[in-house]
């Protein structure tokens, strides 16, 4: 249907994103070429609230967000169809989000296309993303021996220092992390420094969350995951404040994007020494 021939009858209509969007909507990240798969919309669309675009039986635009606690949200995965783009349907996507997201501050990372709209909705950059991926080369350096598995009664130390490090709580984000995700952990004596998380996403695997004190522990909980997928495709999206983008290009993990990081509001702000040097995705922080 051509968008400019539309009558009121056949205007797209809102609607709450389903379980039975979700194959359509994989289509629609397929066409602006993310290399989602069906299980990384299925994992995001557990976590979040999210809506929907119709236009009769097809789905022509996404949008969702996610609540942490009562302060912060973040947004992202907000597509629309290219037949339709550029009649104010990702407009009314991403005022639904903020309607949802009530008085919290929010967070996001903008794509290109993204940002005017972003900027009018009172967004402010505060930095910005970098996407590094590949399959990275084989390395026979040592691996630091402080890294370990994590174990499952480790769940709640790796949720509250991710807490302190974010500023913000992602219990739910990291109980789901749990069942699909592999950490590993820095300790020290019974407490835990760092932690990472890495699992099957996209092309091949994320590495992300990562939280740590200082870049060699990053990078040493990094190049642990690494290890474990010997000949995988291993993606790490980090901020560029973090420092780790120069190590993450040296190790072979070539900078392939970057994304304006903004928010609406106040940013969350560390309560401790740790903080994120990897994110778990580009649109759930």
């Not at 592999?182 to 019974?190: D, H, N, Q, Y």
Request: hydrophobic share 40%; proline share 5%; net charge negative.
């Amino acid at each position: 249907m051509d968008p400019q021939t539309m009558t009121k009858h056949d205007e797209p209509r809102l609607a709450r994103l389903t379980a039975n969007h979700l194959p359509q909507a994989l289509l629609l990240s397929q066409q602006m070429g993310w290399l989602y798969r069906l299980e990384d919309w299925q994992f995001a669309h557990g976590l979040g609230e999210g809506f929907a675009l119709e236009l009769g039986e097809r789905l022509i635009g996404t949008a969702m967000g996610w609540h942490y606690g009562d302060d912060f949200a973040s947004v992202g995965m907000i597509i629309v169809d290219n037949e339709f783009q550029g009649f104010g349907y990702g407009a009314l996507l991403f005022d639904a989000l903020l309607e949802g997201a009530g008085s919290r501050s929010v967070i996001l990372n903008a794509t290109r296309e993204g940002l005017n709209l972003y900027k009018r909705r009172g967004f402010v950059q505060i930095g910005e993303t970098h996407q590094h991926q590949s399959v990275p080369p084989v390395s026979a350096e040592p691996l630091d021996s402080r890294v370990q598995q994590a174990n499952p009664a480790d769940l709640p130390l790796i949720t509250r220092l991710d807490e302190e490090a974010l500023g913000m709580p992602r219990t739910a984000l990291l109980a789901s992390l749990a069942h699909c995700a592999r950490f590993t952990v820095i300790r020290e004596g019974e407490a835990i420094k760092a932690y990472a998380a890495s699992r099957p996403f996209g092309r091949g695997y994320v590495i992300g969350p990562v939280v740590a004190e200082n870049l060699d522990d990053a990078c040493a909980l990094i190049e642990h995951g690494i290890r474990q997928l010997p000949g995988s495709f291993v993606r790490v999206d980090t901020t560029s404040d973090t420092g780790l983008s120069p190590w993450l290009t040296a190790r072979g993990l070539e900078q392939v994007g970057t994304e304006a990081f903004m928010v609406r509001g106040t940013s969350p702000h560390a309560a401790g020494p740790s903080r994120k040097f990897a994110l778990c995705s580009q649109s759930l922080g």
